[in-house]
């Protein structure tokens, strides 16, 4: 069985500043992990996706996210953060094509 | 390249009825997922199908069902309605042998009344 954590239910940063999405997930098979953006009334987006490849992901509009198997993390950053970053972040693992969400991050940004 | 689409947009029922979603996958996939976000959370994984068959399913009820036609499109299906089953519907096409990659469409959200 596979679960995802994520930490923060609610980021706040003021626009121009850091960002950063916490992760933990725990999975009996070698996962690929997602990171899928949604923004308000839309559907699901994806961000970026780590397939056992490099543990460094980058992924659309800035973001990349590290995996880092000792600490089962798959955190999010983007170094410098735009109004239009604002919506929900939600942390997957997958297996067998079977997906499993978190229970999102609410990214708010400050003008 | 047309992406995932998913009808209707909006839909409105009342407790007992029944209601038929509707999912196109992208372009040369062939692995359909459907998935149910309630407000506020996250979306949990209904089923999945592959060859026309379930391959996959998660924690719920019978009453909840489904389709996939030759061209791969497919239907969820819910019977007998409740309260609870208002939420955002969202469909996720793959290709069987491309990996782990799904990508969703808009959602049909259902009012259950």
């Known amino acids: 069985a596979q679960s995802v954590t994520q930490l923060d239910s609610h980021v706040s940063v003021s626009e121009g500043t850091p960002v950063l999405l916490r992760c933990n997930y725990s999975s009996s098979y070698s996962p690929s992990l997602f990171w899928y953006v949604q923004h308000p009334n839309k559907g699901l987006q994806l961000l970026l996706k780590?397939?056992?490849?490099?543990?460094l992901v980058k992924g659309i509009n800035g973001f990349e996210a590290e995996f880092k198997k000792s600490e089962t993390s798959f955190h999010l950053t983007k170094p410098s953060a735009h109004m239009s970053d604002a919506a929900e972040y939600f942390c997957v693992v997958s297996v067998k094509k079977k997906l499993t969400f978190g229970t999102g991050t609410r990214l708010t940004i400050i003008p | 390249d047309a992406g995932v689409t998913q009808s209707p947009t909006h839909l409105i029922k009342t407790r007992g009825q029944q209601v038929t979603l509707r999912c196109s996958p992208k372009s040369g996939h062939d692995t359909v997922s459907w998935y149910q976000q309630a407000l506020g959370q996250g979306p949990q994984f209904i089923f999945q199908?592959?060859?026309?068959?379930?391959?996959q399913r998660g924690n719920f009820p019978d009453r909840f069902s489904g389709h996939q036609f030759p061209n791969y499109s497919s239907e969820l299906n819910v019977n007998a309605l409740l309260l609870g089953d208002s939420a955002l519907y969202l469909c996720a096409s793959s290709l069987q042998g491309g990996g782990e990659t799904q990508y969703f469409g808009p959602g049909t959200r259902l009012l259950v009344l």
């Open positions: 780590y397939t056992s490849a490099a543990t």
């Open positions: 199908y592959y060859e026309e068959e379930e391959r």
